[in-house]
C-alpha cells in the first residue's frame, strides 16, 4: 500500500475539522440570534493560536492552517462572491451606480482621511500613518455578503447597493493600497502614475463584466442544445468563476472581483438558476471554512493594553468613516435614514481585506507591533460587530432605495 504525505494527511484533517466547528459555530450564532458568520469567526479564533490552537495532546497539533488549507479558503471567497454576482444584472448594475460608487468613494476618502489623520496626530511614521489609513479604507465583500445571504436580503435593493459598492470599495481600496506602497517604496508617486493604477483597476473589472455580459449569453444559447452530459453547465460555470478570478488575480485585482463579475455574466444567461442551485450548495461547504480560516489568523494574545486602546480608538474611526462616509451618499440619494443606515452599517467589516493590509504592514516592517496587533484587534471588532446591527435594523421594515 502505497504511503500517504504527511502534510497531505495535516491538510485533511485540518479541512475536517475545520468545516465542522464552522458549521458548530454558525448553528450555535444563529440560535442566539446572530448571524452565522459571526459564530464562524468566533470558531476560527477559537481554534487559532489565541485559544486551542496551540494545544497538541500527545504531542500532536491538529490543527494547522497551511497554504493547501488557505487555498480551500480563498475558493470559499470566491465561490461566494460569484454566488453574489448572480443576483446583480447589468442593467440593475448600471441602474444603481452612481449611488454605488458614490457611497464607494465616500467609503474610501473619508476612512483613509481619518485613519491617517489621527495616526499622524500620535506623533508615528508619514509610511506607518499612510498604510494604517489605507487599512481603514477596506470593506470585507465577502462578509457583507454572507450577512445578508444568512438574513434572506440579499435580493433588497439596499442590498444590491451595498454589495455592488462593496465591490467598487474594494477596488478602490486596492488602487489607495498601490499608491500608498508606491509612495512608501519610492518616497513619492507622481498623478499621472496613480490616476494609471485606477484606470488599470477599474477598466480590467469592466472588461471582464460587460464581455461577458455580452458574449456569454450567446455562447450559451448556441452550446445549451449539444450538452448530452450530466452537470456540464455547472462544471463549465465554476471553470467560469475560477478563470475570472484567475484574470482579476493577474491584473492585480482581487480574485473575489472577477468572480462577482462572473456571477454576473451568467446572471444574464438562461441557465442562471441551474447554475445559482449548485453554486450556493458548493458555497455551503466552502464559504463558512474561509470565514473560520479568517479567524485562525487572529492572535489576540498578542495584545497589550496600549494597542487595545488604540485599537478602540481606530475602531471608532473605522465605524464612524463607513457610517458616514456611505450613509451620507446613501441618504443624498434615497432620502431614507434606515436604508442609508443599512448601507453605512453594512460596509463597516474589513474582514479579511483589512487582515491581508495589516500584514502587509508587519512583514514590511512598516507597522511597530502595537499598531499591528490594534489594527488587527480592529479588523476583527469590526468583522464580528457588523453582522449584529445589521440584523437588527433588517428586522425593521424600510422603504426602498
Known sequence: MASVDPGTLETILTLCLLIFAAKVGGEAAQRFGVAAVVGELM???ALGPSLLGNLAPLGFQPILVNETVRAFAEVGAIVLLFVAGMETRLAEFRKIGVLAASVAIGGVVLPFA????????RGTTTAEALLAGATLTATSIAITVKVLRDLGKEKEPEAKVLVSAAVMDDVLGLVTLAVVLSIIAEGGIRAGEAVGIAFKAVGFLLLLTVAGALLLPRIVTRTVPWVKARG???ASAMALCFGYAYLAGVAGLAPILGAFAAGMAIAETKITIEIKEFAEKVSFLV????FTVVGTLVDLSALSGPSVLLALELTLLAILGKVVGCGLPAYAFSREMKAAAIVGVGMISRGEVGLIIAGIG????????EVFSAIVLMVVITTVLTPIPLKRLYQRSIKKV
Open 287 to 290: 464559504a463558512p471554512l474561509f
Open 114 to 121: 481619518l485613519g491617517y489623520g489621527f495616526m499622524v496626530s
Open 232 to 234: 456540464t453547465l455547472e
Open 362 to 369: 508587519a512583514t514590511s516592517g512598516v507597522f511597530s507591533r
Open 43 to 45: 470558531a476560527g479564533i
